[in-house]
């Protein structure tokens, strides 16, 4: 059974009693995530906005980010996971993960990145759309369509901040 936590409007990190502004409140819950090694995170939303934060994870938290289309593309071939793994390297922030969803390519995309979560925080940049615990991609019939369920996983959603200093995400906690 899946169950989702409803969305937090506000994530607000305490400690010792006192809130945590941005880029503090994004460290403190990116190192708790890094420490439990076992929560993939996945960042949906329009393209703008979902650009934006990932700007502001690789701006102000300092994640190396990779672009899969970009490094893939040298290959002679349909990647593998091995291929995939190399790809991303040391990265944080995954974008580009559209180019894995061609069934050409033999990877089933969310197990993977579920497996890489279990060695290290990964951040990926999902490329569709996220709603009723279910990851989807593309119209149905098209030979790209996605449409599989997302388990153990932490949804961050893009907001527009009013002040630098808050969190500009909405978090949305997503269980097995």
Known sequence: MI????????????VMNVPLAWPAAGRVLFDTLEASRDR??????????TDALVDRLVTDLGFAM????GALAPLPGPPTR??????????????DLDCLLWPDFEVPLLPFLADLSRQRLVIAVWPGDITNGRA?????????HYNQPVTSALLLRPRTPRYPDEVPYDIERITQ
């Open 40 to 49: 993939l995170v996945l960042v949906f939303g329009d393209q703008a906005a």
């Open 82 to 95: 091995a291929d995939i793994a190399v790809a991303i390297g040391s990265a944080t922030v995954v974008a």
């Open 3 to 14: 169950t989702s936590t409803a969305v937090v409007p506000y994530p607000q990190v305490l």
């Open 136 to 144: 989807r991609y593309s119209a149905p019939g098209r030979p790209d």
């Open 66 to 69: 990779v672009r899969l289309g």
